[in-house]
C-alpha cells in the first residue's frame, strides 16, 4: 500500500430589471483607471474563455445551501465556451481560478450582498456562478482593471459582469474590508479554515517531479540536454530559486524541479516530445514497486490508473522486458484510437487494453494466466494531494476532489463509500491466486482507505492461500 502524502441574505430594496446582460453596468461607482502606484498592474486577470470555463466548473462544483441559507440563486445552464477551452494551459487556469473561487464562495457571496450589486439589480442567474469568479479575480488584483491584449477574443457576458463589478469597485472594495475588519484578518486568506490554509502553504513549497520516458530517451541524454539549457544538477532542491534539477533518491528515473520552473520547462522540447513527464511522485513509487517485484516474463495488471502517464511509465520501466500490460476499465472502445496514438509518441509498445471493469474479469481469465502483479489504483478521497488541480487534469479524476478540499475534508458517508469500493476491488485481486503481489496505492490520508482497507482483507482471505503480510513502513518513508 502507498499512502501518498505528497506534497490546498439579501434586501428588500426595489430590483431594476436586466433584459440584456449588456446592461448590467448600472448606477454605482465609477471605475479607476486600473494602475497601481508604481503605474504597473500587480495582475492582470485572465482571457475571457478562461473566465467562462472557470464559471462552468465553479457551476458543477459550487457548495449547495439550504434554502434559508440561500444568499444568490445559481442557474444550471452553462455559459458557451470557447475552442481554446481545449488548450490545457486553459483548462489548468480555468481550474485553479474556479477552485480559488470556491474555497471563498461564502465571502465572495457576502461581498456581493453587502455592496448592494444583487440588490440593486436583477442579475440573470445564469451569469452568478461567473460574477463569482470574476470577482475573486477582481479583488486578487487589488480591483485593478484588467489588462487585455490586442488580438483577444471579446466574450460579451464577461464583458458585461467586468463592467457591473467595475461600476461598484469602490462599495466592493468597502465590502471587502468590513469582512477583513469582522474576522480580524489580514486578507481574505487568513480567513480560510487552518486545514485548507496549511494545504495551500504546502502546495506552494514542494517541488515538481517528472519521470524520464526510457522509451525515448536515455537519463544521461535528458541530463546533458537540461545542463546545455543552462540547468545544474544539486543533491537538492529545496529553497533553491536557480535554475537546478536533483535525481529522485528513490526512483532513479524521477528528477526533482524548484516550483517556479515549470512554465521554462513545459516549453521545451523534453516534455513537448514525451522525453520527460510531469507526475505526482506517488504515482513514479507506485510502479516502481511494481518492477521490483517483476521477472523478465511476468504480466502486470493495472487497475483504475486514472492517468494513462502512469500506464506509460510502467511501459517505459518494462520497456527491456518481455512483459505485458494489461490495463482494465477502459469501456469505451472509441477511446482506443486516440490512446493507440498516444502510447505510439511516447514509445510503448508493451500495453493491452481491456475494456471490462475489473470486478467483472475473471482471476482464470486466458489472458491474464501469466500476471503476477496488480497495480490497484483505487478512487480515494485524495485529500493527500498537494496540487489539487494537476491532479484532477492528469488523472483525470472528479472535481469534487476541490469541492472536498476547499472544505478542509471529505465527508464520512463519502469516505464509507469510497473504503467500500476500495475494499471489493482489493478481495477481488486477491482471488488471482497466480499473482504473487498487489501493489495498493491511494492519494488519501485517511486510515480508513489505508491500513483499514489492507488490514480488513488479509483478515477475510481464504485461509487456503499463503500470503506474505504487507508491511508499508518503508514505502511511507519514501513520501
Request: charged share 25%; net charge negative; proline share 3%.
Amino acid at each position: 500500500m502507498l499512502n501518498s502524502r505528497s506534497e490546498l441574505e439579501l434586501s428588500n430594496q426595489k430590483n431594476t430589471e436586466i433584459s440584456h446582460p449588456t446592461s448590467l453596468a448600472l448606477s454605482g461607482d465609477t471605475a479607476s483607471s486600473g494602475k497601481s502606484s508604481s503605474g504597473v498592474p500587480e495582475k492582470t486577470g485572465y482571457p475571457d474563455s478562461v473566465y467562462v470555463m472557470a464559471a462552468n466548473i465553479f457551476q458543477g462544483i459550487r457548495i449547495e445551501k439550504s434554502p434559508e441559507k440561500v444568499l444568490i440563486k445559481y442557474g444550471n445552464e452553462p455559459l458557451l465556451s470557447s475552442s481554446e477551452s481545449e488548450d490545457e494551459s486553459f483548462r489548468r487556469l480555468s481550474y485553479e481560478l474556479a477552485f480559488s473561487a470556491l474555497k471563498y464562495q461564502d465571502i465572495l457571496e457576502t461581498i456581493l450582498i453587502d455592496s448592494y450589486i444583487f440588490p440593486s439589480t436583477t442579475i440573470p442567474d445564469h451569469l452568478s456562478s461567473l460574477i463569482i469568479v470574476m470577482l475573486y479575480d477582481f479583488q486578487d488584483r487589488k480591483f485593478q482593471t484588467r489588462v487585455l491584449s490586442d488580438n483577444e477574443e471579446s466574450i460579451s457576458e464577461v464583458q458585461a459582469v467586468e463592467n457591473l463589478l467595475n461600476s461598484f469597485k469602490t462599495k466592493l472594495a468597502a465590502a471587502l474590508a468590513r469582512c477583513r475588519i469582522k474576522h480580524d484578518a489580514l486578507s481574505i486568506y487568513h480567513i480560510l479554515p487552518e486545514t485548507v490554509r496549511k494545504q495551500e502553504l504546502r502546495a506552494s513549497t514542494l517541488p515538481l517531479y517528472a519521470w524520464i520516458n526510457t522509451c525515448k530517451i536515455s537519463p544521461e541524454e535528458v541530463y546533458n540536454n537540461l545542463k546545455k539549457r543552462g540547468y545544474n544538477e544539486v543533491k537538492s532542491v529545496l529553497h533553491i530559486d536557480d535554475k537546478v534539477f536533483a535525481v529522485d533518491q528513490h526512483c532513479y528515473d524521477v528528477l526533482i524541479f524548484p516550483s517556479h520552473l515549470k512554465n521554462d520547462l513545459i516549453n521545451t522540447d523534453l516534455f513537448k516530445d514525451y522525453k520527460l513527464i510531469f507526475q505526482d511522485k506517488s504515482r513514479s513509487l507506485a510502479v516502481h514497486s511494481v518492477k521490483a517485484l517483476l521477472n523478465m516474463d511476468d504480466d502486470i495488471l493495472m487497475v483504475n490508473t486514472g492517468s494513462w502517464y502512469t500506464v506509460a511509465h510502467m511501459s517505459s520501466l518494462t520497456n527491456d522486458n518481455t512483459s505485458k500490460i494489461f490495463v482494465c476499465g477502459v469501456q469505451s472502445q472509441a477511446k482506443d484510437p486516440d490512446l493507440k496514438n498516444l502510447f505510439t509518441k511516447m514509445g510503448c509498445k508493451n500495453v493491452e487494453i481491456l475494456h471490462e471493469t475489473f470486478i467483472n474479469i475473471e482471476s482464470k481469465d486466458h489472458r491474464l494466466q501469466k500476471v503476477k502483479v496488480i497495480l490497484l489504483l483505487p478512487r480515494c478521497s485524495g485529500l493527500g494531494v498537494s496540487n489539487p488541480v494537476e491532479f484532477i487534469l492528469n488523472e483525470h479524476e472528479d472535481t469534487d476532489l476541490l469541492k472536498d478540499l476547499s472544505q478542509g475534508g471529505t465527508s464520512e458517508d463519502k469516505l464509507h463509500v469510497l473504503a467500500q469500493q476500495q475494499y471489493e476491488q482489493l478481495m477481488h485481486a486477491m482471488k488471482f491466486t497466480r499473482a504473487q503481489a498487489v501493489v495498493y496505492c491511494t492519494c488519501s490520508v485517511y486510515p480508513e482507505e489505508n491500513e483499514a482497507v489492507v488490514k480488513k482483507a488479509l483478515e477475510f482471505q481464504d485461509l487456503g492461500n499463503k500470503v506474505q503480510p504487507y508491511s508499508g513502513t518503508h514505502l511511507r518513508q519514501c513520501l
